[in-house]
């Protein structure tokens, strides 16, 4: 079953402790991103990767960290999470099928992420 | 700033009639709309979508209208059903933003509930 594979689904953390939250895909997808989902601003993207090492930020990358190492793997990091990085994120993944080529996103469960 | 908007927050419809969702953006460069469905505890799933050179895409039930002119486009839902209680999410795209990034710019969702 094609998927895209979010871990973990939820987390509670507290102010300034490192944490990962792993996105796997199953589809040879090339394209990966990472969304957050906040009351009244719709899904806003933080960081893409086109393809392995190739990564760049979206509109709200401040405080997020990515890698791309391998083409099924993107992880998004928070060194030293704050309150306001508490949100509901998503990656998604889609297949390149050119410039011009319009692709749709798969979309993991999402992460409900809580920093106290 | 929002460049896609969703203005109704809610919506609630009988069983089998229509269900009108309604989407308005303002960045002239965008040339790919999409529609996303989002139950609770899951990831966004793809509906339908519609590129700029057309102006209305069908797909079963669902129907997607493009109005370019004034920035607007709408998804029709016909009959409605119990199953179409969800959030829907208007999303929008344009090829050369970043080149190669396929950020979607999302509405921040209406959600519609089906009145048995």
């Known amino acids: 079953e094609a998927q895209v594979t979010q871990n973990p689904r939820y987390l509670i953390t507290v102010t300034g402790k490192k944490l990962t939250v792993t996105c796997s895909q199953n589809m040879n997808h090339e394209y990966m991103s990472w969304y957050r989902q906040d009351p009244g601003l719709g899904l806003r993207q933080i960081y893409y990767?086109?393809?392995?090492?190739?990564?760049d930020k979206g509109d709200v990358p401040e405080g997020y960290k990515v890698s791309r190492k391998e083409k099924r793997n993107f992880p998004l990091i928070l060194e030293s999470p704050s309150p306001n990085q508490t949100s509901l994120y998503f990656c998604?993944?889609?297949?390149?099928?050119?410039?011009?080529?319009?692709?749709?996103?798969?979309f993991g469960a999402g992460t409900r992420l809580s920093v106290l | 700033d929002q460049q896609v908007k969703q203005n109704s927050p809610s919506l609630s419809v009988q069983e089998g009639r229509i269900s009108i969702l309604n989407c308005d953006y303002t960045?002239?460069?965008?040339?790919?709309f999409l529609w996303y469905k989002k139950y609770p505890a899951e990831g966004p799933t793809f509906l339908i979508s519609?590129?700029?050179?057309?102006d209305k895409n069908e797909d079963g039930r669902f129907t997607v209208f493009l109005n370019k002119s004034a920035k607007h486009l709408s998804l029709h839902i016909v009959p409605s059903q119990p199953g179409d209680s969800a959030v829907y999410f208007c999303?929008?795209?344009?090829?050369?933003?970043?080149?190669?990034?396929?950020?979607?710019?999302f509405g921040t969702g209406t959600r519609l509930t089906i009145i048995p």
């Open positions: 990767s086109m393809n392995v090492e190739v990564t």
């Open positions: 998604a993944s889609s297949s390149d099928r050119g410039l011009f080529a319009k692709n749709i996103q798969y």
């Open positions: 999303a929008a795209s344009f090829v050369l933003s970043n080149f190669g990034n396929e950020k979607l710019t």
């Open positions: 960045n002239s460069m965008f040339d790919y």
């Open positions: 519609i590129s700029s050179i057309k």
